[in-house]
């Protein structure tokens, strides 16, 4: 019981938060039952003033919140079924949105997981220059053993982000719980499946060894694709909590106007985004599994480097074929096909039609 009084206090300073910021004020009164539009009439007079559009309202809301809720948002921005093509773009916009914690801390937290001073580690440790919702990056430079110098980039962890996401994670999984008791229309989308899923994805993102060894693999299985890389791991300056790597000296496609500037021809740059995109997944059946804008860089070159590889996917071989005979079939509108792969796979019961499931594709498809 005290579990769930404690889970309705933070949820009341959430719907405070997002009060204050007009995130609710944004529910279009149409939509919102005749009983509660007194609520959102008092929500709306209790809306800090501020000239933001919904986007803007929205993305401090969940940086307000803290880390936990920004990660939320990232991850509800790669369902749009769940929220809407619309509201799925406006959090895109969460992407290196948080404050970072303070230098003093960074360093501290490094010399603690590695058991050195960080001017022993490295010749320079420069502020931060990313922060995200679980970490944040560092610029550095470490000297090798043949003297030279090298630029890398430092990963630090969050000082108590695990303890903070059981927290704010045990809240949302009460609410999923809750709206499926209440609303039946809603179990469809699974709101209890969707927060089981965020918390595996980051307690596999707080543990910083598993991106060093996703990176290694990575790099092992690209190492012949002569358009697409990711940064090498310093093994021995890394632990749990730090990650180094390679400095990556290129451009963020997120800055469209320096892609521009530099004159790239963007059209190749989503082909090879792409192509590498199903190589990994179809060749190797292991890919980058958050592979938006904001961690992709490319270089002078044009090659594309991958960062932040703390979700990864992986395929078996029988996933590989369907999913590459599916793609197939789209390309060429074999909508037959296509059905009956979905129902060889399992992905659509056996009593369903598929000519009938064929003709939906085939609607979907044009």
Known sequence: MFGAFGHLLHLARVGYVLTREGVVALVPSERVPALARTGLWVARLLTRRADAGRAERIMAALTRLGPSYVKLGQFLATRPDIVGVSLARDLEGLQDRMPAFPQTIAETEIETALGKPVSQLFTRFGPAVAAASIAQVHEGEIRLEDGSLRRVAVKVLRPGIPALFQRDIAAQAFVAKLIERLVPSARRLKPYDVVLTL?????????????????????????????????????????????????IDGIKLTDIKAIEAAGSDRGDLARIVMQNFL?????????????????????????????????????????????????????????????EVHFEAGYVPRYHSVEAFAQALRAVGE
């Open 199 to 247: 918390r595996r994805t980051v307690e596999l993102e707080m543990d910083l060894r598993f991106e060093a060894a996703a990176l290694s693999e990575m790099a092992e299985a690209t190492a012949n694709d002569p358009e697409f890389s990711v940064p090498r791991v310093d093994w021995a300056n890394s632990a749990r909590t730090v990650l180094t790597m390679d400095w």
């Open 279 to 339: 190589r990994h997944a179809l060749r190797d059946g292991f890919f980058h599994a958050d592979m938006h804008q904001g961690n992709l860089f490319t270089t002078r070159d044009g090659k594309l480097v991958a960062v932040d590889l703390g979700i990864m996917g992986r395929l078996g071989q029988n996933e590989r074929r369907f999913l590459a005979e599916i793609l197939f079939g789209f390309i060429t509108r074999d909508y037959r096909r296509i059905a």
